[in-house]
């Protein structure tokens, strides 16, 4: 039994009214993600922000490890199907299973993503307005991090989904199509948004190499002439610049209403380039879609396909869900970044910003005091949560010609 | 394995320097205790108002469960200790179990408890300064909430605790000394600092009837009419006035190093009456123990009993650890007020304050309606953890005589 405890209480209230956030039912979220005991991917990564942004955040943990794989030693307990369901029963009887947002990341088995697929089912039953980011982590460079039956579990799941946030291969996992120009990068889009049905599609690292020559000139990278005194131009292997841009591409695609009726383009894309920060973070995926979560405007009709049965009345134009989903993705770019920014001048402040794996092998800690010096710096930058102030902010463009041949 | 995923930033930072807070190596704390998915008890109620102060928290869950016991159903797992060994034998490889503050919570039964006990004395081994917060959860107002065997190792673990916060059930547990007079309070009292060799000493929660005859006029609480409006004065069963003040009593006791010289008195007790909130809050012995470890400032000398072999130098008279512990149980009390006082607030606005049992017996999930209504609001509350601005504190007072027959 956990316990419960009274606690007395001491002299008047010192606080008023507006030191505190405002907070509506529909600011609670369920995230479903890993936990580690020491520092920031899954769960780590994502709650504190959100909850810095003001909303109640629901855990459920998929996995009870000591902490990231980067590290040498690794591990704990996975939670089985079965106490997943038990978790999700016992909340629902106690009537506490009532998120307005529900935001999923690792699960390490088809078993436990079969059990969330479920729940995931069952809350949108409940609630047709859930608003559902599902993180489908599935691996990242060509390397897999759950077991394989999952993929097509995923797959089923897809169209119960808001917004995804797939990296760049696994959108090529998910859509079996091997992404290496625009056009493929178009039947992807397409199928993800007609076959499965989802509206929202967040790809946040793109290789620029790959659509380099079909980028609208305006959507391009600075050339080094016009970049800001301070922004680093080396990467972890130190490329020369002519040989790899240290740029990537974040894109947003909103899935538009009209296509059916002969109208405009299957959907709205935005886009930006962003600078590669040098070096290997972790969690920065995790943070980030939990970012775009909270940043997301709910309405009605943003959370579900325009092919489903309409269920609320049409948005006004300056309050469309495309610009909902470029409003979220750049707000989740940028404070993203500045917690990047933070990690990496720590880090280098330490010394620990370069990989070497000579050196590693050599000296048994380093590896380990790398790790720990680049784990994101959350609680030194959590004002950047809190931050309301949007000027800053570089707004994403709209990709003109995106589904033009 | 727990994926690690590299992400792209955009634009240049748009903080600056003096946004975020100052860390420190030492301001790590490791927090062993229960995880509820809904609400705030246990580590959900300790680890975030500590992240928002500034503390960068590993977090171990004793137990995953759904929710707390409060509502009709709850459950889930409870972590085993082999399983809490290999978590911390994993943390130590990966040269990541480095906390300068330990803080230990509800832990649900002896083996456990047994892993956390190892684990403590291979910490204070490897660093004498810990910092060790220990919160003995045995239970509350005569009933039990752990293992029966787990009392003989909580008095082996006292030695170790730089600070113990047992409320008034668990301090007669503890030390086998029934508490019913200024007498037997002293007793255990000296128990506790002399048998145990705990240097501090938090009792947050004593029944103001037990004391009252015997405290210094100073510290009773203010008669009815010097009370500030709007204090109330109605309890959860509505008990007039005369019969029960609606205050209770928390006391610190800070050991004096001088006592086996023939000097003053074995230690120093501060007391402050603080008035009781009407109904029952989950969380607040979790919160306030949290607080009080935060707001603990951290030197050579607090750490030990002074009968262990002396490894500073002497404080000068203002920085006492007396002072550290007046201070940091004034601030705790303040911050776990507030945040109290915001519930209280916002489930009365709910009308969730009353508990009646009948009304409760007739109409399903009344009881668990009001449960979630009384959930703390710490997310609504957050600035109160991040006030640096203590002039609304109300300092503890020195209980003078308090050793004198």
Redesign the interface.
């Known amino acids: ?15 008023t009214n507006d ?5 509506t039912p529909s600011d609670r979220i369920l995230s479903i993600q ?6 920031y ?2 769960g ?1 990564a994502a709650v ?1 922000p959100l ?2 942004m ?3 955040v ?4 998929t ?15 996975r ?1 089985t199907a079965e ?1 997943l369901t ?2 999700f029963n ?2 629902e ?5 009532i998120p307005g947002r529900l935001l999923t990341g ?1 699960i ?1 088995n088809a078993d436990s993503l079969g059990a969330v697929h479920e729940l995931v089912q069952k809350l949108k039953t409940a609630n047709a307005n859930l608003l559902y980011l599902l993180d489908p ?1 599935i ?2 460079a060509g390397k897999v ?1 759950v077991a394989e039956n999952c993929v097509p579990l995923y797959r089923q799941m897809l169209p119960l989904a808001t917004i995804i946030t797939p ?1 760049w291969f696994e959108v090529e996992v998910l859509t079996e199509i091997p992404l290496i120009d625009l056009p493929s990068l178009r039947a992807a889009l397409h199928k993800l948004h007609k076959i499965y049905q989802v509206p929202n599609v967040v790809i ?2 793109i290789p620029l190499t790959k659509l380099f020559t079909s980028l609208p000139s305006y959507l391009l990278p600075p050339t080094p002439t016009q970049l ?1 005194p ?2 680093s131009f080396t990467n972890e292997i130190n490329k020369p610049l002519d040989e790899e841009p240290p ?4 894109m947003a695609s909103s899935i538009n209403g009209d296509d059916d009726l002969g109208g405009g383009p299957l959907s709205t894309v935005y886009a ?1 380039c ?4 040098p070096g ?9 879609s939990a970012l775009l979560l909270g940043h997301f405007k709910l309405t009605q009709s943003v959370v579900s396909c325009p092919s489903s049965p309409p269920s609320a009345p049409p948005l006004s134009p300056d309050l469309s869900s495309q610009s909902f989903l470029a409003h979220a993705t750049s707000h989740a ?2 404070k ?3 917690i ?3 990690t990496h001048e720590s880090a280098s402040l330490l010394d620990l910003t370069s990989s070497d794996d000579e050196l590693d092998a050599r000296e048994p ?1 380093r590896m ?2 790398r ?2 010096g680049r784990e994101l ?1 959350l ?6 949560f809190r931050r309301k102030d949007w000027d ?3 707004r994403m463009a709209t990709w003109e010609g995106f589904w033009k041949d």
């Open positions: 039994m956990v316990p419960t405890t009274a606690m007395p209480i001491q002299g008047q209230p010192t606080h030191m505190f956030l405002a907070a890993s936990h580690v005991s020491f520092g991917v899954g780590k504190f909850q810095c003001g909303y109640d629901d855990v459920v943990n996995v009870n490890f000591s902490n990231h794989s980067g590290y040498g030693d690794f591990g704990g307990t939670t106490e038990r978790l016992l909340m009887q106690s009537g506490v299973l690792y390490p982590v691996g990242d991090y990296n946040s690292s800001t301070g922004t740029y990537l591409l974040c930006s962003v600078p590669l920060i290997y973070f972790s969690g920065v995926g995790d943070l980030f770019l940028s993203t970044h500045d990047l920014t933070l800690g380990n005091r790790m720990k710096r609680i030194q930058g959590q004002e950047v800053g902010v570089k």
